[in-house]
């Protein structure tokens, strides 16, 4: 929320917010709310933790590193697309790492997509990769990729074949991976298990964010951290508790 103010990006209040809703539907309606929450806590894990949530998420496309450093992070840039810079494009988050030793640079520009009817296009990842490539991009050898997460219908592979089709019929090759919001949940999940105490807190509200947006990930009992440290009759009047 509070990247989302301080960048701009909390905007007004929808037609489709009804006065008197809760500030749960006013976080549920917007996309750029989403992304500060949970991107705006994924800057905040030391860079190796962020880029396994990343790899797992988005796949081994993203090259694996163990030595991570997150070194820029930037939410809403506005990049010029033209020397005049009267165009411009805004991605949702830039990041900006260190890996390997010796280390070299990857630049990840993200595009977050989450309401309704507001899908994945190629238009806006060309004009972005292209943006970066003219204005963004040091000449330090540095890779970079297109982080595009959710719009993508319930069909992500074919989107995203289709996607990429339209790119390279227009002659660009633009290192995308994708993700839905649902995989970046397992990934964040999946990491609190190892996580630090004061990592594992930044991974629950992580999770807490998304749950406010509709995607919680079911546990069993026997999943969950808290319950192995129950003792055997502890744990037995837990499960026997009838809650109605």
Do not use: C
Not at 88 to 93: A, K, L, M, Q, R
């Amino acid at each position: 929320m509070l990247l989302a103010l301080t960048q701009g990006k909390a905007g007004r209040i929808g037609n489709e917010i009804k006065a008197g809703s809760s500030w749960r539907e006013v976080f549920k309606s917007s996309e750029d709310l989403l992304t500060a929450a949970v991107f705006g806590r994924l800057v905040y894990l030391r860079g190796s933790r962020l880029w396994s949530i990343l790899r797992n998420a988005f796949g081994s496309a993203l090259p694996d590193y163990k030595l991570v450093e997150l070194v820029n992070a930037s939410f809403w840039p506005t990049w010029p697309e033209n020397e005049g810079g009267t165009k411009t494009v805004e991605p949702d988050v830039f990041l900006q790492f260190n890996v390997g030793d010796p280390a070299v640079r990857i630049d990840v520009i993200v595009e977050a997509k989450y309401r309704p009817g507001y899908d994945q296009y190629a238009e806006q990842w060309q004009r972005q990769w292209t943006a970066y490539h003219r204005f963004v991009a040091q000449d330090d050898g540095a890779s970079a990729f297109l982080l595009a997460i959710g719009g993508l219908g319930p069909h992500a592979a074919t989107t995203m074949h289709r996607l990429q089709g339209q790119l390279r019929a227009d002659g660009l090759d633009v290192k995308v991976v994708a993700a839905n919001w649902p995989k970046l949940l397992d990934a964040v999940t999946a990491e609190i298990e190892i996580a630090k105490s004061e990592e594992r807190r930044l991974l629950e509200d992580i999770l807490e964010a998304m749950a406010l947006a509709g995607f919680r990930k079911i546990r069993q009992l026997e999943d969950l951290y808290s319950q192995r440290r129950l003792n055997p009759a502890s744990k037995s009047a837990f499960l026997d508790y009838d809650y109605r």
